[in-house]
Every structure is written in C-alpha cells, then in structure tokens.
C-alpha cells in the first residue's frame, strides 16, 4: 500500500480515519446529487444502485458431492458507497464477486438465496440476453485475472469496440475517447493503449486496460475483484485513487474484493470479512478497523506488520484457513484458529449480531456483550 510521508507516523486505526473518515459521507452525496438527469450514454438509469445479497449459498460439485464455497451469506451494498470484502485466500470471495453477476460456471451453481440490484430485480433469476445486457452495461466488472483475460488476436482498441457495438452503443466515437480518457489518468498513453495486443502491455498496463473496460460503459455498479494484484506500490496507490474518484463522479455503487486490509483502507466506505464461505464482521471501515469485534478480524490486524517501530510486532494468525472439504458443516467456521472458543462454537452457527449498521457473527462477543448488559441492569 502507498502511504503518504505525513502518514507514516500514525497507526493503523489513525490512518484508517484519515483515509476513509471524511469520504463515506463526501461519496454518499455526491450520489444523491446526481440523478436521472445526468447525460451520460446510458440513459436508463437515475443514479448508484442498491444490492441486497440475501441467505445466498454457492456450492462447487467435487468428487466428495456438492461442498458450499460461500454459504448464508447476508450483505447490502448502500447506493454510492464502495464496499470492500476482506479474507484470506479460499475464503468464497471471487465466488461472491461472481455471483453478483450471476457468472458462477460450472462445476459450481449458486444454490440458494438472492442478489436483487436496484433497476435489475435477482440477477439470479436472470438469463440469456437478459443476463448479457446486465453485464457490462449496468455491472462493470473486472475479474481476478483480469492481466490474461484480453483476446490476443485483436487490438485493444477493437475489442473495445466489439464491446461498445455488443451493447448497441451508437456514440462509438465516445467510447473510445472515454477509453482514451480513463487510460490517460491512469498513466498511460491512451491512444498507443488502444492500437496495442496483449503481448505489447506489461501485466500492470494490462491490469489497468481491465478496469478501463470496467469502467467505460458507464455502468452503475463496478465489481472489481483483486483490481490491484499486479500493480506495485506507486501504480496500486493511482489506481485506487482514480477508482475513488471515478466513483464519486458518476456516481457508483461499487464492490471491491482484495486479501488487503490496506486496499479497504484506502478506498472503502464499508467493509465485510470473509472466513470460510460465511461474512462474519460486515461495518463502516473505519469502525471495523478501528475497533474489531470478531476475533477472526483482530487477528488479520495484527498480522499487519506497523509500519514505524518493531517489525516482529506484527503476528500472523496460526492456523491455516479452511478449503472447499474441510469448511465444518456445523458450527463456527473459524473456531479452529480461535482463541475465545467456546463449547456452542461446535455445534451452532453463531447468530448474527447488529450493532447499529456494524455486524457481528461470533458466540464469544455475543455472549460478552450479553454479560455485559446484564452487570449494566
Ligand atoms: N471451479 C471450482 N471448482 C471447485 N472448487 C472451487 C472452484 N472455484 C473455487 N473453488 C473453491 O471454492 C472456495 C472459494 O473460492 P474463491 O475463489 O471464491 O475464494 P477467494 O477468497 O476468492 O480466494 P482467492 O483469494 O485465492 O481468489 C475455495 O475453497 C476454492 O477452492
């Protein structure tokens, strides 16, 4: 992550309010300022959508049956804000992403629950023609391994405009002087990017090229999942701030999926964390960072090593995170690595608990928080 001299000082929860802090609210209504009004090339739509995720359940068919890679999961996405979603490797993320345009592939299929997007209805009921309008005209996405999803053969800039005819945009010229536009602010000489094939981009010019096709639909919603993982430092750090600021100015709703508490940091109003297919914190970033409940969350913080002061503070969370076979098909997913274990985290799900807009699934800090409500009374 890229951090600011001034900043260096600070710590992690410091530093988490000074880059998110003041934004959440800037972003929120810079949304509602914009409306139907606005004359982009997409006229059907009157601003950021909402998503509402619901009891949602994605299950890959392996040789040991149907396994759940992501499973009860409950989310919303504000209009106008961007979420982030945390976790480590294998924790269902990119089958959330997925999901949310409704592209799981076989062997997986979404097996339960719902995605309504505002304008959309359940993306999960939606197919053929309906399905292939919906991406990319009104979900922009850019999928991990967006540096080798380009189509060798063909230029960039004519699968820029197979893309633009594909969803029947008529102002091609504006297509690709808004490409030409989103390349140049993200360092790079828009109209060479264009006339060039895979082969002739790095893998970070390539990665920017995926958020460029993200982005230059004007879709309201931007699913962006790892958009960042080739880039170093300086590069992470523009990119994110022209996510940022694109976001702000058309308005979108957006859904960024990183393994780096730093990416949230930087850039996310709202936060959810992932652990063995399931959500167990979900707030506003700077709350969750700044004060952890779940015990899974305090221990991705403290594997961030500080940035002033002894390295060796940092420590990493024991343990190994689940895979597909060894997710527990009761209990607390993640009590194997727990230290406030207790007997009921064997058998029942912990509830999930709200704390204002701050979501909490953990037996420990429910029952700690019950404890503490009753020595109150
Ligand atoms: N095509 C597939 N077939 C079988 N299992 C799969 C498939 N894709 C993903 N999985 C399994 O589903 C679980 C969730 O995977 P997913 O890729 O969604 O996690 P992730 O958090 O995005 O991980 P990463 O950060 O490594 O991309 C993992 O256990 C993974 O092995």
């Excluded at 900043?7 to 139907?36: I, Q, W, Y």
């Excluded at 359940?57 to 149907?66: F, I, L, N, W």
């Excluded at 499973?71 to 949310?100: C, F, N, R, Y």
Aim: glycine share 12%.
């Amino acid at each position: 992550m890229f951090v600011p001299a001034e900043k260096v000082s600070m710590t992690l929860g410091e530093r988490l309010s000074a880059a998110v802090g003041v934004r959440s609210d800037r972003s929120v209504e810079a949304a509602r300022n914009r409306g139907a009004a606005e004359g982009t090339r997409d006229a059907d739509r009157s601003g950021p959508p909402g998503v509402r995720v619901r009891d949602l359940s994605v299950v890959y068919r392996t040789a040991a049956g149907e396994l759940p890679a992501v499973s009860g999961i409950d989310l919303d996405l504000p209009p106008g804000t961007i979420t982030g979603v945390v976790g480590e490797s294998g924790s269902g993320k990119s089958t959330l992403a997925l999901s949310l345009l409704n592209a799981v592939q076989p062997p997986g299929r979404i097996r339960s629950g719902s995605v309504e997007i505002d304008g959309l209805g359940d993306v999960t009921r939606l197919r053929g023609e309906d399905l292939r309008r919906a991406r990319g005209r009104h979900i922009g996405y850019v999928f991990q391994a967006a540096q080798n999803s380009l189509n060798p053969l063909k230029t960039v800039g004519k699968q820029l405009l197979d893309l633009g005819r594909s969803h029947e945009i008529r102002d091609l010229r504006g297509l690709v002087r808004d490409a030409k536009d989103l390349l140049g602010r993200m360092g790079m000489d828009g109209a060479r990017v264009l006339d060039s094939h895979q082969h002739e981009l790095s893998g970070g010019m390539r990665q920017r090229v995926g958020i460029m096709f993200a982005l230059v639909l004007n879709a309201h919603l931007v699913v962006l999942d790892e958009p960042t993982t080739a880039l170093d430092m300086i590069t992470q750090a523009t990119i994110l701030r022209i996510v940022r600021e694109v976001h702000e100015e058309r308005g979108l709703t957006t859904f960024i999926i990183t393994h780096d508490l730093g990416v949230v940091a930087e850039v996310a109003d709202r936060l959810a964390i992932m652990y063995g297919g399931r959500v167990v914190e979900q707030g506003p970033t700077t709350e969750v960072l700044g004060a952890p409940r779940h015990p899974y969350t305090q221990g991705l913080i403290r594997a961030i090593p500080r940035l002033v002061g002894d390295l060796g503070e940092a420590r990493a969370l024991p343990g190994r995170p689940p895979t597909l076979g060894t997710v527990p098909s009761r209990g607390c997913v993640f009590r194997e690595r727990c230290d406030l274990r207790m007997d009921v985290c064997e058998t029942e799900e912990p509830p999930t608990v709200p704390y204002g807009e701050w979501i909490v699934a953990c037996h420990a800090v429910a029952a700690r928080d019950a404890e503490t409500r009753e020595e109150k009374a």
